[in-house]
């Protein structure tokens, strides 16, 4: 409740507010059908009045519950998908490098089993408003008829509340550790959909995951669970306990001491019995809202904290196609060390990309050009030195603008069903020639903003993910191991024709490759050996020789669709 009650001010203050205002209303009616009805037992005379103040009364406890509900509607489920929203949202705006090391189990997690619990913690907000609002009606009137039996009733319940917090802790410590719990079996959820090939064809790894790894897993959330409800279920037997304590002072230990009158004594009781519903239903929540506070807190943790000042996005004009200098001075990348060793250090790298270039990246596996691939297209931010472009200083708050720079294919991409970020002028007129240029056109259509299909084998995902490249028209092209999952056939196409087509329209492109056969392609090819430059050398395009034809081809077929350079 510390912290989920401000954000959902934050949320929802005028919506929260005219709640309260009802659920007031709603506390003074029930009070005030609590003294017609004591003074109708008690009466003498006065049966028509009495009859209009319970008319009245009552009609104002209708018309309160019946708009509050109202307003209870409209309330959460605007909570729900503002907080949908805006952890969707945070999600983007967190670093990459951060969102790698939560890694996608836990932000699965934040975003199914969070969102659901914190929902249903902000459902219960409201209500304690009105219920609460209900309790202190009536006891400010049960203040009015005896303000002795009032304060000793006060004391009562504030031992009671302590006690019933004392008890409530460990409950949630043990929401604490089923919600940590809840992480690993996302985690094995993701191993069970990723590796059901390997599970597959072998029993005894199959029956030792799903025994060892999930069994485990589902037992442990299992037991963490049940002991937080066993807690919960003390704590609210103690508060029956509590009760019926004060309904003994009221009924025997005062009227003994001659402290409050017989007509007071049947007030107090029958206030007491009703608030008795009220009172369960805000002991009810409580366990909705430890849970959505550990929910919140588990968000927190992400570093996707709302309580965290969002830097005002910058807006970046429209890009041009006409590639820019990139220069790298000094930059540097490190990640964490880890308990197994040294973190991998890329860098110090001084190098520069030049307008219309084409740049080969090679070296063996673990030497750090998929990094320096995160690096150059702003995904990851230099721990020191500098990143220029046109001899500017690319800062923190043009970091946005500087992705925008680049249209990339990384080595794990993915490839999203729908076209977005594209205008439909674009597509019309130049998605059906990529789609014959990439040998695409049989496979799939593009219906509106829709591909027919991504169901596709890799080498022609990876085709279709260049497709949405191209549609993008960024001046700085990055393909890493692009041509890795290509047949011979289209490799060569790939490296004798639409590598130099780019080129001859301007861009500038960085190819991370293995292919040693197509490096006198390039302009330039840079060696990176253990996060260092190693060697950068020229290859046969910086001298303007021809490309390699490809066999069995029409060049027609497979050229990117001409356009002239625009100028900046």
Known sequence: MIKLVPYLFRTCKREILQVAVLGFLGGASSAGLIAVVNAALHRNRGGSLLLAGFSLAALLKIISDVL?????????????FTLCDQLCRRVTETSFQRLEEVGPPRILACLTDDVSTLSAAIQEVPRLVV??????????????????????????????????????????????????????????????????KELKLNQRRREAFLSWEIGRAIENLRAYGVDAMEQ?????????????????????????????????????????????????AVIAALPTFDRGQTALERIEALGLSFEAGRAPADDPAEVSSV?????????????????????????PLDLSLSPGEL????????????????????????????????????????????????SVVYSDFYLFDRLLGISPDELRLKARDYLLALQLDHKVRIEGDMLSTTALSQGQRRRL?????????????????????????????????????????????????????????????????????????????????????????????????AEPVRQP
Not at 261 to 276: E, G, H, R, S
Not at 541 to 554: K, Q, R, S, W
């Open 323 to 347: 590639a820019p200098r990139v220069q790298f001075r000094a930059v540097q990348f490190a990640y964490a060390r880890t308990g197994n060793g040294d973190g991998f250090t890329l860098g």
């Open 68 to 80: 509050s509900n109202v307003l209870l509607l409209q309330l959460t489920h605007k909570c729900i």
């Open 465 to 561: 993910a260049l497709l949405i490249a191209y549609l993008e028209d960024r001046p700085i092209y990055v393909l890493d191991e692009w041509a890795a999952d290509q047949d011979p056939a289209f490799r060569e196409v790939f490296y004798t024709r639409l590598l130099p087509e780019l080129k001859r329209k301007g861009k500038t492109v960085v190819v991370v490759t293995h292919d040693d056969r197509y490096y006198h392609l390039g302009d330039r090819i840079i060696r990176l050996d253990y996060g260092k430059v190693r060697s950068s050398w020229a290859g046969a395009g910086a001298n303007g020789v021809a490309p390699l034809p490809y066999p069995g081809e029409t060049q027609a077929r497979h050229a990117i669709p």
């Open 232 to 280: 919960h279920i003390i704590a609210n037997a103690w508060t029956q306990v509590a009760f019926y304590l004060l309904l003994a002072v009221l009924l025997f230990a005062l009227p003994a001491a001659g402290m409050i009158t017989q007509q007071a004594l049947t007030v107090y009781v029958f206030t007491a019995l009703f608030m008795v519903a009220p009172l369960w």
């Open 359 to 406: 740049v080969f990246v090679v070296g063996g596996n673990g030497c750090g050009k998929s990094t320096f691939v995160k690096v150059l297209t702003g995904l990851y931010s230099p721990l020191s030195g500098e990143i220029e472009v046109n001899g500017q200083c690319v800062t923190a708050a043009a970091q946005e603008s500087y992705r925008q720079l680049f």
């Open 131 to 196: 219920n609460s609002a209900v309790l202190a009606g009536c006891a400010l009137y049960l203040a009015w008829m005896s303000w002795f039996a009032a304060l000793a009733a006060l004391v009562m319940v504030a031992v009671g509340a302590f006690c019933y917090r004392f008890l409530l802790a460990r409950a949630h410590r043990a929401f604490r550790l089923a919600r940590a719990g809840r992480d690993t079996l996302f985690g094995h959820f993701r191993a069970l959909t990723e590796g059901i």
